[in-house]
């Protein structure tokens, strides 16, 4: 929940209110808000091995959730 409210904040001031002082702080508070996620899905990947894990739909949807939420901050962070 922390990461989508830091990114609706993101957002309105990076995007709509074209105001650049706080990007790269709010960009590297989503990448703390991530960190929990990525760790807690590698560590069920090592509990359940990589075939049962990945045979789980809602397994994967998390994983993707974590992939495209750093994407996205390499991406944010390469915009000037």
């Not at 989508?4 to 105001?19: G, K, T």
């Not at 990589?50 to 994407?71: H, K, L, M, R, T």
């Amino acid at each position: 929940m922390i990461y989508v409210i830091v990114y609706w904040v993101y957002v309105n001031e990076v995007f709509l209110q074209r105001n650049f002082d706080y990007r790269m702080g709010l960009l590297r508070i989503l990448g703390l808000c991530l960190i929990y996620p990525l760790v807690y899905e590698c560590l069920q990947i090592k509990k359940l091995g990589s075939s049962e894990y990945f045979s789980q739909f809602w397994n994967n949807i998390d994983f993707i959730y974590v992939w495209i939420g750093i994407s996205n901050l390499i991406v944010q962070r390469n915009i000037h």
